[in-house]
T-cell receptor
Framework: NAGVMQNPRHLVRRRGQEARLRCSPM?????VYWYRQLPEEGLKFMVY????????ESGMPKERFSAEFPKEGPSILRIQQVVRGDSAAYFC????????????FGPGTRLTVL | AQRVTQPEKLLSVFKGAPVELKCNYS??????LFWYVQYSRQRLQLLLR??SRESIKGFTADLNKGETSFHLKKPFAQEEDSAMYYC?????????????FGKGTLLTVNP
């Protein structure tokens, strides 16, 4: 099992562009979490998804941010019209059904907005 | 409001010395706490959870509800313990294990 995969590892965007961050959970894992880490800060919860369902998006900014976890394929975190304040490391974590208390983290995507 | 506080940004000890990484929390519900660790150039990984009452790599952590603390301890630090340590509080319900993290403590164990 290769572990949670995230790509790209580094993403550079200009203000106003769109950023798409991908997360492939571990095989058999049906729960996906996205977290954001600003410099010098801890990880902040953004959204919790199960296959085809958003369960908790209480940490997502109201505008420009969206997430999905389709039946097939990776989970996607999409940021439209990026601004400099979106520059951060974005981490994805997954957990299996029945062992939800253990989250396996991906290596993160570092987004830089110029 | 839920909050996790790790008061020490940096902690430096010598090999063989005891180490304690502090964590305090604020939460109105029944707390579930975790310690995560990130070694250099590796991804964040679970170290231990209070509910298991386990010892991993010589580390232990006891939940003290009176002091709202979950400090991580090890009696004899090793150089390979050098890493970033994050305390985390579960703030979701049911199958939702969303976590609130502290800002982390960078532990350096000197030879």
């Amino acid at each position: 099992n290769a572990g949670v995969m995230q790509n790209p590892r580094h993403l550079v965007r200009r203000r106003g562009q769109e950023a798409r961050l991908r997360c492939s959970p571990m095989k058999g894992h049906s729960h996906v979490y996205w977290y954001r880490q600003l410099p010098e800060e801890g990880l902040k919860f953004m959204v919790y998804l199960q296959k085809e369902n958003i369960i908790d998006e209480s940490g997502m900014p109201k505008e420009r941010f969206s997430a999905e976890f389709p039946k097939e394929g990776p989970s996607i975190l999409r940021i439209q019209q990026v601004v400099r304040g979106d520059s951060a490391a974005y981490f994805c974590a997954s957990s299996p059904q029945g062992m939800e208390d253990t989250q396996y983290f991906g290596p993160g995507t570092r987004l830089t907005v110029l | 409001a839920q909050r996790v506080t790790q008061p020490e940004k940096l902690l430096s000890v010598f090999k063989g010395a005891p180490v304690e990484l502090k964590c305090n929390y604020s939460y109105s519900g029944s707390p579930e706490l975790f310690w995560y660790v990130q070694y250099s150039r590796q991804r964040l990984q679970l170290l231990l959870r209070h509910i298991s009452r386990e010892s991993i790599k010589g580390f232990t952590a006891d939940l003290n509800k009176g002091e709202t603390s979950f400090h991580l301890k090890k009696p004899f630090a090793q150089e390979e313990d050098s890493a970033m340590y994050y305390c985390a509080l579960r703030t979701g319900g049911g199958s939702n294990y969303k976590l609130t993290f502290g800002k982390g403590t960078l532990l350096t164990v000197n030879p």
